[in-house]
């Protein structure tokens, strides 16, 4: 890490394995059958763009659906940011965004983007996942209905003072006021990116452990529902 500030930036494993090296062809992955357990459970996030917002002690906090074309630019923009990029991976042209994005969003929804919008303000992109039915459910022992969240703060001025764990925190109490049948919500952000380790473990999150992941070395986080009050 460099010594300047870093942004907080929770990274992702990829939507498939080694047999993808990049993540540029994930608009073909995202295609794949939804299992047949949950093929009549109707969303399998349980709509969380009707969730409604979170006050925080930071301010008032949505996640808002991501739109195409409109919200393409601010995004790449962000991806592009040199210590967002490290981990992301995505760093380029809007294409390369872009096809991040249409990969969840033309899937089946198991995976869904949106940006974070504080007192009105797009400030930070969320993806809200079923790591149960992620790749990464083959990399430990992933219960049903596990929640995953990856994030970035886009602004420099939101790093840095504790905006990632008010909204990690936030978040992961809508997922479990929401989400009846999640038991836990989880991250795997890397190793060595220590400020998004440290914003988990201080919004309540546990290091469940450290798991070899295709593209990194990852620290499984763990927030618990049993747990919530206690954390």
């Not at 790591?131 to 430990?140: G, K, N, S, T, V």
């Amino acid at each position: 890490m460099s010594p300047s500030p870093t942004p907080f930036a929770t990274d992702h494993i990829r939507l498939n394995t080694s047999d993808r090296p990049n993540r540029r062809e994930e608009s073909a992955v995202m295609t794949a059958t939804r299992p047949a357990d949950d093929a009549s459970a109707g969303d399998l996030l349980d709509t969380p763009a009707e969730w409604g917002p979170a006050t925080t002690r930071a301010g008032v906090f949505h996640l808002v659906p991501v739109r195409l074309p409109y919200d393409l630019e601010l995004i790449s923009r962000w991806m592009n940011d040199p210590a967002v990029a490290a981990f992301w991976e995505l760093a380029g042209s809007e294409a390369v965004t872009e096809a991040h994005l249409l990969a969840q969003l033309d899937g089946d929804g198991r995976s869904i983007p949106f940006l974070g919008v504080l007192d009105g303000v797009p400030m930070s992109y969320w993806e809200l996942y079923r790591a149960d039915l992620d790749p990464i459910a083959r990399h430990y022992p992933a219960r049903p209905h596990d929640t995953g969240i990856h994030l970035l703060l886009g602004g420099v001025a939101d790093r840095g003072r504790g905006v990632g764990t008010t909204l990690l925190r936030a978040v992961g109490d809508l997922v479990l006021d929401h989400r009846p049948r999640c038991a836990r919500v989880i991250a795997e952000p890397d190793l060595r990116n220590t400020p998004s380790v440290s914003a988990f473990l201080s919004a309540g999150f546990r290091l469940s452990a450290e798991i070899d992941l295709p593209d990194k070395r990852a620290a499984l986080m763990v927030r618990e529902r049993a747990f919530r009050e206690l954390m």
